[in-house]
T-cell receptor, first 115, second 108 residues
Framework: EAQVTQNPRYLITVTGKKLTVTCSQNMNHEYMSWYRQDPGLGLRQIYYSMNVEVTDKGDVPEGYKVSRKEKRNFPLILESPSPNQTSLYFC??????????????FGPGTRLTVT | GQQVMQIPQYQHVQEGEDFTTYCNSSTTLSNIQWYKQRPGGHPVFLIQLVKSGEVKKQKRLTFQFGEAKKNSSLHITATQTTDVGTYFCALNDYKLSFGAGTTVTVRA
């Protein structure tokens, strides 16, 4: 089954404790991306990657890191989480073509709480 | 990046009625995508519009791209309880820019 998986699905942590949220897709998609969703703000892009070893900032990259060492994986790293990073996080992937011609497939989401 | 504004933020609809949600931009859009997110779920792609004046239908859903490619609309006819959720428009220029969404509730 074609899918995007994220782990963990739920995480409660404390300020400053480094964490990683994993994302994996089995569709051989070149493009992967991370979003955060907050009430009233919709989905905001954190980082995206057009292919292996190619990453770029989205609209809200501060406090986050990513890496793309393999095509299927795109982990999101919070080196020193803070309470304002409490949010619902989605990973997404798609094929690459033209200027965003393909639909994005979203993972199930990771609900992160930082206390 | 480019921003898309979406109205209304909330839509309370009587079952069987029609409603429309709008997506507007101050600049010309290369494309517009629509996604639906059910409560507790993740966004799911509905459709993409690329051409000026384009109209696409999916059963009771009608999607339209404005002639100037600065706005788009989603019209749902005969609303059903299965239409509950949040509908997002998004400019997919890889730096994907989502509108804030229209959250739809349905009164049976």
């Amino acid at each position: 089954e074609a899918q995007v998986t994220q782990n963990p699905r739920y995480l409660i942590t404390v300020t400053g404790k480094k964490l990683t949220v994993t994302c994996s897709q089995n569709m051989n998609h070149e493009y992967m991306s991370w979003y955060r969703q907050d009430p009233g703000l919709g989905l905001r892009q954190i980082y995206y990657s057009m292919n292996v070893e190619v990453t770029d900032k989205g609209d809200v990259p501060e406090g986050y890191k990513v890496s793309r060492k393999e095509k299927r994986n795109f982990p999101l790293i919070l080196e020193s989480p803070s309470p304002n990073q409490t949010s619902l996080y989605f990973c997404a992937s798609s094929l690459v073509g033209g200027r965003g011609e393909y639909e994005q497939y979203f993972g199930p989401g990771t609900r992160l709480t930082v206390t | 990046g480019q921003q898309v504004m979406q109205i209304p933020q909330y839509q309370h609809v009587q079952e069987g009625e029609d409603f429309t949600t709008y997506c507007n931009s101050s600049t010309t859009l290369s494309n517009i995508q629509w996604y639906k997110q059910r409560p507790g779920g993740h966004p799911v792609f509905l459709i993409q519009l690329v051409k000026s004046g384009e109209v696409k239908k999916q059963k009771r859903l009608t999607f339209q791209f404005g002639e100037a490619k600065k706005n788009s609309s989603l019209h749902i006819t005969a609303t059903q309880t299965t239409d509950v959720g949040t509908y997002f428009c998004a400019l997919n220029d890889y730096k994907l820019s989502f509108g804030a969404g229209t959250t739809v509730t349905v009164r049976a």
